[in-house]
């Protein structure tokens, strides 16, 4: 039975430094500890606590390997720096502390077999993304080797502004054989509650975006700015999702005038902005309002499509947490600082729940458990990261209807990572892709035997996926306000389809009307060419057609383009280059689009939609059934989420047609389909066989 440990509370950092000294003499092997330091918890003040427990391995006389896992590549530097030998306390102990990323292979720096102690340092990821996740996990069968194999001392501590979160000891606890997890030292230093109650708090009962609660927030700000002197009357506000723009017309129209509005800035921040890199410019205003209020899109699981899908959402407690720590910045009093919010900050004081990788990318994390633990026990692993059983059953199935995990009567649970090539590809990818399982898997359908055009055709759609994701903006723009006129005129689809395959290049001809894949596809190596040439500079931002029906974005396509050169360095890395014999034509054909299109159904089989153009609803559309969901509902395929011209006529001799995206959105009601792109029946089917299914076969458990 696993004892609970009560909090403890330092009043100061001696009584820190000497609860974290006791705790290092713990008698047994390995130890654990969690540490809350205050919203403003920055890689300095983090480094201190660092120090404070090299300081003590010296004063015990250990030699000991010390490893400190950063959260953010950007924090290294600082960290090395404050930990360099002149910033020790004493000159003998200057011991060297090695600092790292989490997306690294941290365990390479722990030399296990020279019987030294270690004393490894991980700062927490508030969001929990897979990352951190996949870290955490074989930081516990770390922990079960280094226990089984060695006597050394094994000292294990998490950092965090955050509150403490159950799911560590949790993991922690695979190492340990206890299912509720493991005894584990926590303690918050000085700060670390009260830094919330230091601000001023304005909760909203709904979205901050809604517009009676904008005109609220700037009613509040606008008459806190009053309030100044008058010859003090300087305010920054700092807004995260609510535009700038549309802030500063709520507050311009109750200005009584312009006289009112003056001394009042607005700045617009990133939700992802670093804030321990921030420091108040002396000439800007005091900072006195945090919107964090307002709604993101992101993507989140949704129960009843079985399948993550893009939804408008507040920002969530971790993120409001993080971002509240501006009113900390240097040179900015947190006792003026107002936060406007829909989350009351009693919620800031627990863990996040559900975790990002729950949300999004937990058939990732399942399968990089199996890919870098060969003894991962799925039994075990869902008794500590499953906290929704239909969420869990969903990835799991995933993984086995992509030929990922297969049943083993050796392995722990029942069940391994395929002995495939396919899976091994799979799993490198993870890694690449940010733990995209559908864009890795895609991308693995390319081996030795892959020929030289659909090889590239699959690199290529693969870093255009990727820079639409890590830009978060799309590749092409199309004008659905113009195509709504030419329908208006008489010009049938195909026509307009017609005018919009003879903007791409090097793809067949006809084959970007099938899909939105091929189409950015088609444009993205229309565009590259058009640079090569120079006949498009590239301080462009965007390129339109003298059709002018769609726009593409060159900053997306540039990044794609370094993804791309990535992609193919990774490939060389694994052994794997296209087959060539000389004799192939220089662009793709009908073969090589079969074989892509066989990859794109690999990828997204969990995103078929089954479309019956014969069997229309009264508004036109087609009847959809989706077999992943088990139920009916409408995807309407042209609007912003990607143009599918092809979407009337690419069908089968029955009407029928699936249709594959790579996610899905939820926009006023309708479930939209991004890059929705057709595949013929028979590659649908031929897929089914291969595996013994049914479509019924495709539904979740």
Known sequence: MRMTTPTIDCADSQHAKEALSTWYDRGSDASFAHVQGPLRFGPRERADVVKVLRDKAAASNDEPEILYVVASPRHVNIVNEQLQPGHASATETNRKVTVDIIQSNWQSTIREDDGRPAILVFDVQEEWDAHFCIAMVELSYFVKSWCQDWQAKLRIVWLSSA???PLISRIMSISHGEGDGVSMMRMRL???RESFDNLRWTVYKESCADESQLQLIASNILADHLALPPGDRRSAVVTVVIPKEELTSAITAIAADAEEMSGIVIKQVPSTYDINSMRWEAEFPPLRHLVLGGEMNVDAWHPSYNQVIAVDRVLSTAAIRLLAAMAYADGVDPTKVTLHTSVPPGRLHLAEQPRRFEETQLASVIAASFAKLPRADIDVLKSVLCTD????????????LARFIEPSDSHPGGFAMASTGRASRTATWLFVVDYDFSLAHFLAANDDRTPLESFDAILDIGSILLSIKRVNEGLVKYDSRRHSEQMDRGIRPATIADVMDRECSDIPPGISATGSMWMML?????????????????GNRFWNPENELFTVNIGVLMHAQRIGSGFRQMYERLGITPRTDGTRPSRLTQDDVDFVRT????????RHVLADYRNTLPDGRPFMFSPWTGGVYRHNL?????????ESFSTDSDGKAFIIGTSSVINQGDVLLKHPTWIPSWIVNEWMVGRDLQLDDLWPP
């Not at 059983?389 to 086995?400: D, I, M, P, Y």
């Not at 088609?522 to 006949?535: C, P, S």
């Not at 990859?599 to 969990?606: L, R």
């Open 190 to 192: 000085s700060g670390a």
């Open 522 to 538: 088609g444009l993205y190596r229309r565009v590259l060419r058009k640079l090569k040439q120079g006949t498009l500079m590239p």
């Open 638 to 646: 042209s609007k912003g989420t990607g143009f599918f011209p092809g």
């Open 389 to 400: 059983v239909q969420r869990w059953e969903t990835a799991f199935h995933w993984l086995r």
């Open 163 to 165: 509150p403490w979160d």
């Open 599 to 606: 990859a794109m159904v690999e990828g997204w089989a969990h």
